[in-house]
Protein backbone atom coordinates (compact mmCIF):
# COMPACT_ATOMS: atom_id res chain seq x y z
CA UNK A 1 0.00 0.00 0.00
CA UNK A 2 1.13 3.60 -1.16
CA UNK A 3 -0.74 6.38 -0.28
CA UNK A 4 -0.23 9.08 -3.00
CA UNK A 5 -0.87 12.70 -1.99
CA UNK A 6 -4.02 14.19 -3.82
CA UNK A 7 -4.11 17.56 -5.49
CA UNK A 8 -7.17 18.89 -7.04
CA UNK A 9 -5.99 17.34 -10.50
CA UNK A 10 -5.93 14.24 -9.07
CA UNK A 11 -9.33 14.85 -8.49
CA UNK A 12 -10.10 16.32 -11.69
CA UNK A 13 -8.62 13.23 -13.09
CA UNK A 14 -11.24 11.28 -11.36
CA UNK A 15 -13.80 13.25 -12.45
CA UNK A 16 -12.31 12.45 -16.12
CA UNK A 17 -11.59 16.07 -16.65
CA UNK A 18 -7.94 16.25 -17.12
CA UNK A 19 -5.16 13.54 -16.92
CA UNK A 20 -2.41 13.43 -14.92
CA UNK A 21 1.02 12.44 -15.44
CA UNK A 22 1.94 9.16 -14.41
CA UNK A 23 -1.25 8.20 -12.71
CA UNK A 24 -2.32 4.79 -11.51
CA UNK A 25 -4.57 2.57 -12.92
CA UNK A 26 -8.21 2.46 -12.08
CA UNK A 27 -10.33 -0.59 -11.12
CA UNK A 28 -13.90 -0.82 -13.59
CA UNK A 29 -16.39 0.98 -12.22
CA UNK A 30 -13.43 3.82 -10.77
CA UNK A 31 -12.82 4.07 -6.71
CA UNK A 32 -15.77 6.64 -6.17
CA UNK A 33 -19.44 7.74 -7.50
CA UNK A 34 -18.88 11.09 -8.99
CA UNK A 35 -20.91 12.88 -6.10
CA UNK A 36 -18.71 11.79 -3.83
CA UNK A 37 -15.57 12.59 -5.56
CA UNK A 38 -17.15 16.10 -6.08
CA UNK A 39 -17.50 16.30 -2.36
CA UNK A 40 -14.51 15.20 -1.31
CA UNK A 41 -12.33 17.79 -3.67
CA UNK A 42 -14.46 20.30 -2.07
CA UNK A 43 -13.89 19.09 1.07
CA UNK A 44 -10.10 18.80 0.80
CA UNK A 45 -10.08 22.37 -0.70
CA UNK A 46 -11.41 23.78 2.49
CA UNK A 47 -9.12 22.01 4.37
CA UNK A 48 -6.04 22.50 2.53
CA UNK A 49 -2.69 21.44 2.54
CA UNK A 50 -2.09 17.80 1.90
CA UNK A 51 -5.38 16.25 2.95
CA UNK A 52 -6.39 13.38 0.74
CA UNK A 53 -4.56 10.38 -0.46
CA UNK A 54 -4.96 7.76 -3.21
CA UNK A 55 -4.80 4.66 -2.05
CA UNK A 56 -2.24 2.74 -4.54
CA UNK A 57 -1.69 -1.23 -4.97
CA UNK A 58 0.09 -2.71 -7.94
CA UNK A 59 0.10 0.79 -9.46
CA UNK A 60 -3.84 0.97 -9.01
CA UNK A 61 -5.90 3.43 -7.28
CA UNK A 62 -8.13 1.11 -4.97
CA UNK A 63 -9.66 4.03 -2.75
CA UNK A 64 -9.07 7.48 -0.84
CA UNK A 65 -8.51 8.24 2.46
CA UNK A 66 -8.77 12.27 3.81
CA UNK A 67 -8.46 14.48 6.37
CA UNK A 68 -12.02 16.08 7.01
CA UNK A 69 -10.88 18.41 9.54
CA UNK A 70 -8.82 18.62 12.09
CA UNK A 71 -9.64 19.41 15.89
CA UNK A 72 -8.52 21.96 18.39
CA UNK A 73 -6.93 18.65 20.29
CA UNK A 74 -4.47 18.58 17.77
CA UNK A 75 -6.26 15.62 16.20
CA UNK A 76 -7.29 14.57 12.36
CA UNK A 77 -11.11 13.29 11.49
CA UNK A 78 -10.85 11.33 8.78
CA UNK A 79 -12.74 9.07 6.13
CA UNK A 80 -11.78 6.59 3.81
CA UNK A 81 -13.46 4.63 1.46
CA UNK A 82 -12.38 1.62 -1.26
CA UNK A 83 -13.87 1.13 -4.73
CA UNK A 84 -16.36 -1.35 -4.62
CA UNK A 85 -14.50 -3.89 -6.75
CA UNK A 86 -11.51 -3.28 -4.37
CA UNK A 87 -13.76 -4.04 -0.81
CA UNK A 88 -12.73 -6.77 1.66
CA UNK A 89 -8.44 -7.13 0.76
CA UNK A 90 -7.82 -5.14 3.80
CA UNK A 91 -7.19 -1.86 1.76
CA UNK A 92 -8.60 0.40 4.19
CA UNK A 93 -7.01 -1.41 6.96
CA UNK A 94 -3.38 -0.55 5.22
CA UNK A 95 -4.52 2.72 4.42
CA UNK A 96 -5.62 3.68 7.96
CA UNK A 97 -2.29 2.42 9.36
CA UNK A 98 -0.21 4.23 7.12
CA UNK A 99 -2.11 7.78 7.57
CA UNK A 100 -1.70 7.25 11.07
CA UNK A 101 2.12 7.59 10.32
CA UNK A 102 1.65 10.46 8.82
CA UNK A 103 -0.78 12.17 11.22
CA UNK A 104 2.45 11.47 13.49
CA UNK A 105 5.11 12.21 11.52
CA UNK A 106 2.97 16.05 11.27
CA UNK A 107 2.17 16.50 14.89
CA UNK A 108 -0.91 15.33 14.95
CA UNK A 109 -1.81 14.16 18.21
CA UNK A 110 -4.29 11.54 17.15
CA UNK A 111 -6.97 10.61 15.11
CA UNK A 112 -10.95 10.47 14.99
CA UNK A 113 -13.34 9.22 12.71
CA UNK A 114 -17.15 8.46 12.55
CA UNK A 115 -19.11 5.20 11.75
CA UNK A 116 -22.71 4.28 11.58
CA UNK A 117 -23.88 1.85 13.52
CA UNK A 118 -23.69 -1.49 12.04
CA UNK A 119 -21.76 -0.35 9.12
CA UNK A 120 -19.95 -3.63 7.77
CA UNK A 121 -16.51 -3.54 7.73
CA UNK A 122 -15.44 -0.27 9.01
CA UNK A 123 -15.77 -0.52 12.71
CA UNK A 124 -13.51 -3.99 12.27
CA UNK A 125 -10.65 -1.72 10.36
CA UNK A 126 -10.78 1.09 12.97
CA UNK A 127 -10.42 -1.57 16.06
CA UNK A 128 -7.19 -3.02 14.07
CA UNK A 129 -5.84 0.30 13.91
CA UNK A 130 -5.98 1.20 17.62
CA UNK A 131 -9.43 2.83 17.65
CA UNK A 132 -11.74 2.85 20.52
CA UNK A 133 -15.55 3.89 20.31
CA UNK A 134 -16.41 6.75 22.74
CA UNK A 135 -19.94 7.19 22.21
CA UNK A 136 -22.61 7.94 19.81
CA UNK A 137 -23.95 11.58 18.84
CA UNK A 138 -26.27 12.70 16.35
CA UNK A 139 -24.59 13.93 13.29
CA UNK A 140 -26.86 16.50 11.65
CA UNK A 141 -26.46 14.86 8.00
CA UNK A 142 -26.27 11.15 9.05
CA UNK A 143 -27.99 10.72 12.27
CA UNK A 144 -26.70 8.28 14.86
CA UNK A 145 -23.32 8.04 14.43
CA UNK A 146 -20.30 5.60 16.43
CA UNK A 147 -17.62 8.15 17.47
CA UNK A 148 -14.18 6.46 17.25
CA UNK A 149 -10.83 7.54 18.58
CA UNK A 150 -7.02 6.51 18.54
CA UNK A 151 -4.13 8.80 20.40
CA UNK A 152 -0.62 8.84 21.13
CA UNK A 153 1.74 10.79 22.98
CA UNK A 154 4.32 12.95 21.35
Known sequence: MHLLPMTDAHFAWLLGQSGVDDAPHLPEGGIA????????????AEVGGESAWLMV?????VGIVSIKKRDAQGRWDIGYGVAPEREGRGH?????AALKRIARAHGARGLTAETLPDSGASPSVLRRNGFVCIGQFDHPEDGTVDQWVVEWTA
Open 33 to 44: SRDILDLLRGVA
Open 57 to 61: VEREA
Open 92 to 96: ATAAV
